[in-house]
C-alpha cells in the first residue's frame, strides 16, 4: 500500500476528507474529471482522478515529487492545484474549476460564426500564456512593465522549473464576461477582454513515466514538437512550438499541421513547413509564430526573447492597465458600497437616537410631574430624582461606525 508522504503536510490548500462529490464533467487520457465541494470553504472544485495501481514505487515517489512542485506553482494564469489524495489505487487531484472553458471551445465558437479572432484577443492571449510560462520555466514571476520601452531583465533560472508538455487549446482555460445582452443566448462569452489560465501544467511529466500513460494517451499529437516526436528529451523550447501551435491555430481555426495518417504528420511536423496565417492578421503575428513554430532548436525562440517582442510588450502594457482599471472598478464599487452602509446606518442611528430621546423626554416629565404633585400634596421631598439629576441616563445607541465584514 502506498503511503502518504511528509510533504503532504505541508499543503495550505484544502484538506482531503472533506468534499462532496458532484457530477462527471468530462474525461481525458489520465481518467474521470469530476466537480466536487469542498465542504468547509464551500467552494467548487475540480477533481481529476487518476488509477495508478500499476505503478512501481519508484513511479509513485515520481509522481509524488512532481506534485509537490505543481503544488507551489501559484499564479494567475496557471489553474491551482490544491491538493492530492489516493484511495486504494486511484489517485485524486484537487484543483482550480475554469467554469467559463477553454480555448478549444473559443476556436470552435469563431469558427461556426465564421469570424476571425480579432487580433487584439490573439495577443492578449499569448502574452498571457507567455507570462505563465515564464513563471514555470525560469522559475520566478516576471515584473510587470513600467513603460512598453522596458526590456525584460535576463532571466535567472530559479529552482523548480516546470515544462508544460501538453500546451494545448483544451489545456487554456479562459475566463471571460458573459454578454450584458439580455437578448442573447445564456451561455454567449465575451471574448474581448478574456483572462487566460493554462491547466494540466507538467502533468504530463509526473504521469510519463507511468506505462498507462504512454499506451493510453490517444490525442492527436497536433502540438508535439518535432525534437519530441523524435523522442529527444523536452526542454522548454517544446512548450514554445506548441504555442506556436496554439497561435497559429487562433488565426486560421485549424492546427498549422494536419494528415490522414499519424506518420504523414509526423513527417509533416519534422519538415516544419505551414502556410501563412490569413492576411487579415499583421506580418509581425505571422513572424512571431514562425520564430515559435521553428524545427531548429538553435533559433527557435524562448519564452523570454518572445516577451522582448515590441507587439508583446504593447499587449501586456494593455494587459497591465486593464487589470488595473478593474481594479480601480472593483475599488470604487466597495467604496459606493461603503458608502450606501453607513448612510444607512447613520439613518438607523438618527431613528434610534429620536426614540430614546423621546423615551427620556418621556420619563423627565413625569417625574417632574410627579415631584409637582408630591410637593403640592405638601409631602415632604428630599433629593433630586436621577432622571431629573442630568443626563445620565441618555444613553446613546450602539453603533460602531464600522462596515461589517471589513
Ligand atoms: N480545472 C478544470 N476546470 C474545468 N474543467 C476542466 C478542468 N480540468 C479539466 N476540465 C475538463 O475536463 C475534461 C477532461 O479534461 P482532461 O484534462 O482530463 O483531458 P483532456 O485535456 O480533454 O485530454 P488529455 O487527457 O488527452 O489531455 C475536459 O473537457 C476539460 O475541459
Known amino acids: 500500500m502506498y503511503n502518504r508522504r511528509p510533504e503532504f503536510r505541508e499543503y495550505t490548500g484544502p484538506r482531503t476528507g472533506s468534499y462532496q462529490v458532484l457530477e462527471e464533467i468530462g474525461r481525458g487520457s489520465f481518467g474521470s474529471v469530476r466537480k466536487v465541494i469542498h465542504l468547509p470553504t464551500n ?44 484511495d486504494k489505487d486511484v489517485l485524486y487531484f484537487y484543483m482550480e474549476y475554469c467554469s467559463n472553458g477553454d480555448l478549444s471551445q473559443m476556436i470552435s465558437f469563431f469558427k461556426k460564426q465564421r469570424k476571425y479572432i480579432p487580433e487584439k484577443i490573439v495577443w492578449s492571449i499569448m502574452v498571457q500564456i507567455l507570462i505563465a ?9 516576471l515584473a510587470p512593465l513600467e513603460t512598453i520601452y522596458d526590456r525584460t531583465k535576463p532571466p535567472v533560472k530559479g529552482s523548480n522549473i516546470v515544462i508544460h508538455r501538453d500546451l494545448k487549446p483544451g489545456n487554456i482555460f479562459l475566463s471571460t464576461e458573459r454578454v450584458p445582452d439580455p437578448l442573447a443566448a445564456p451561455q454567449t462569452l465575451d471574448y474581448s477582454k478574456v483572462s487566460v489560465k493554462l491547466g494540466d501544467f507538467g502533468l504530463a511529466k509526473a504521469l510519463g513515466a507511468s506505462v498507462e500513460f504512454a499506451t493510453t494517451y490517444v490525442g492527436t499529437p497536433y502540438y508535439m514538437s518535432p525534437e519530441v516526436l523524435m ?66 532548436l538553435r533559433t527557435r525562440a524562448s519564452t523570454y526573447s518572445l516577451l522582448q517582442d515590441p507587439q508583446l510588450r504593447v499587449a501586456r502594457k494593455s494587459l497591465q492597465l486593464e487589470r488595473f482599471e478593474d481594479n480601480l472598478m472593483d475599488y470604487e464599487k466597495e467604496l459606493m458600497n461603503i458608502g450606501d452602509i453607513l448612510e444607512r446606518q447613520a439613518g438607523e442611528y438618527e431613528a434610534e437616537l429620536a426614540v430614546i430621546k423621546y423615551q427620556y423626554r418621556k420619563e423627565f416629565d413625569a417625574a417632574v410631574e410627579q415631584r409637582v404633585r408630591e410637593v403640592l400634596n405638601g409631602k415632604k421631598v428630599t433629593g433630586t430624582p436621577e432622571i431629573m439629576a442630568g443626563r445620565n441616563h441618555l444613553h446613546r445607541p450602539d453603533y460602531h461606525w464600522r462596515v461589517k465584514g471589513r
Open 43 to 86: 467552494k467548487v472544485l475540480v477533481r481529476k482522478e487518476i488509477k495508478y495501481g500499476h505503478m512501481n514505487s519508484k513511479e509513485r515517489q515520481q509522481l509524488i515529487s512532481e506534485c509537490a512542485i505543481l503544488s507551489q506553482l501559484k499564479h494567475e494564469h496557471i489553474v491551482e492545484f490544491y491538493e492530492w489524495d489516493s
Open 133 to 141: 510560462l515564464y513563471r514555470c520555466h525560469y522559475g520566478a514571476d
Open 231 to 296: 523522442d529527444q528529451p523536452y526542454s522548454p523550447l517544446s512548450d514554445i512550438w506548441s504555442l506556436g501551435c496554439v497561435i497559429y491555430e487562433m488565426c486560421t481555426l485549424r492546427p498549422p499541421f494536419q494528415a490522414k495518417t499519424y506518420s504523414e504528420l509526423q513527417r509533416k511536423i519534422k519538415a516544419g513547413n505551414f502556410d501563412r496565417i490569413p492576411e487579415y492578421y499583421s506580418d509581425e503575428l505571422q513572424k512571431l509564430i514562425e520564430s515559435c513554430i521553428d524545427p531548429n
